[in-house]
């Protein structure tokens, strides 16, 4: 069983490597030498801030896009090109495990993908502040937070793959993503209201996932520590949101006629 998962996983991981998804860190690391170069004449407090804000922000952005363009297409790519019926049928492979093992090459892509583009913004926090130090150790825990935003996006993108087209898969995705990040706007509106209009939107306030808890880019741009316990929380929510929603992908996939 654990074979036939890593094979899977480790399949998808090359797979996404040859569609060339580490270019990105071409446009990061022009990025972050430019944010330098951009800067280098404000104080050094206002171009640290500048530049961790902007680091940290597209280490999550391409991570996000990158999950979801890719996350879409792991089920319906391989209906497509007939390929998932050999490994189902011929391997065999139980479809929970091929669920499993495509979450898992994309999330060992996406964390490789952001430990890389990592290095390169470290580097220029380096060159900025001219070195680095126990300052720089929530910038860490920021950087953990944006994997998890990944593992989230990821279980998504796969759920919606299990039983919409791509196209469809992509608004999904996208869409709760950007309403996951204003949850706490949401939650704010939900008690302004009244009625059913209330309930609706507190249900859709504590149903998508709360990407606003998973962003403390400005906390740390501005050296303030992230509590111990908000971290905990946080993996905790990831792990009972993750599996929740590849359980929903499981349920779905074991039903769907590939016929």
């Given at each position: 069983m654990t074979g036939r998962l890593l094979a899977i996983a480790y399949n998808t991981f090359r797979e996404a490597v040859r569609d060339r998804v580490l270019y990105n860190l071409i446009l990061f690391a022009m990025l972050m030498v430019g944010a330098s170069l951009l800067v280098g004449q404000i104080s050094l407090e206002i171009?640290?801030?500048?530049?961790?804000n902007l680091g940290l922000t597209a280490i999550s952005l391409f991570g996000i896009v990158i999950a979801i363009l890719i996350g879409i297409g792991l089920v319906s790519k391989e209906i497509e090109k007939k390929t998932l019926y050999t490994v189902l049928a011929a391997r065999p492979v139980r479809r929970w495990e091929f669920i499993a093992g495509k979450f898992a090459g994309l999330v060992m892509t996406l964390t490789v993908n952001a430990l890389l583009m990592s290095v390169g913004f470290f580097a220029a926090v380096l060159y900025v502040s001219h070195g680095l130090g126990r300052v720089d150790l929530p910038l860490l825990t920021a950087i953990y937070f944006i994997l998890l935003e990944f593992v989230l996006i990821t279980a998504l993108a796969l759920l919606f793959s299990t039983f919409s087209t791509?196209?469809?898969?992509?608004?999904?995705a996208f869409a709760i993503f950007a309403v996951g990040t204003f949850s706490e706007d949401l939650r704010g509106f939900a008690q302004m209201a009244t009625g059913m209009t209330r309930w609706v939107m507190s249900g859709a306030a504590y149903l998508v996932?709360?990407?606003?808890?998973?962003?403390?880019?400005?906390?740390?741009?501005?050296?303030a520590p992230v509590e111990p316990r908000l971290i905990l929380l946080n993996t905790l929510y990831v792990v009972v949101y993750t599996g929740a929603v590849l359980t929903a992908s499981v349920w779905i996939f074991e039903r769907r006629n590939l016929k």
């Amino acid at each position: 069983m654990t074979g036939r998962l890593l094979a899977i996983a480790y399949n998808t991981f090359r797979e996404a490597v040859r569609d060339r998804v580490l270019y990105n860190l071409i446009l990061f690391a022009m990025l972050m030498v430019g944010a330098s170069l951009l800067v280098g004449q404000i104080s050094l407090e206002i171009n640290r801030i500048v530049l961790i804000n902007l680091g940290l922000t597209a280490i999550s952005l391409f991570g996000i896009v990158i999950a979801i363009l890719i996350g879409i297409g792991l089920v319906s790519k391989e209906i497509e090109k007939k390929t998932l019926y050999t490994v189902l049928a011929a391997r065999p492979v139980r479809r929970w495990e091929f669920i499993a093992g495509k979450f898992a090459g994309l999330v060992m892509t996406l964390t490789v993908n952001a430990l890389l583009m990592s290095v390169g913004f470290f580097a220029a926090v380096l060159y900025v502040s001219h070195g680095l130090g126990r300052v720089d150790l929530p910038l860490l825990t920021a950087i953990y937070f944006i994997l998890l935003e990944f593992v989230l996006i990821t279980a998504l993108a796969l759920l919606f793959s299990t039983f919409s087209t791509p196209i469809f898969s992509s608004i999904f995705a996208f869409a709760i993503f950007a309403v996951g990040t204003f949850s706490e706007d949401l939650r704010g509106f939900a008690q302004m209201a009244t009625g059913m209009t209330r309930w609706v939107m507190s249900g859709a306030a504590y149903l998508v996932p709360n990407f606003a808890a998973l962003n403390v880019i400005s906390r740390v741009a501005h050296d303030a520590p992230v509590e111990p316990r908000l971290i905990l929380l946080n993996t905790l929510y990831v792990v009972v949101y993750t599996g929740a929603v590849l359980t929903a992908s499981v349920w779905i996939f074991e039903r769907r006629n590939l016929k």
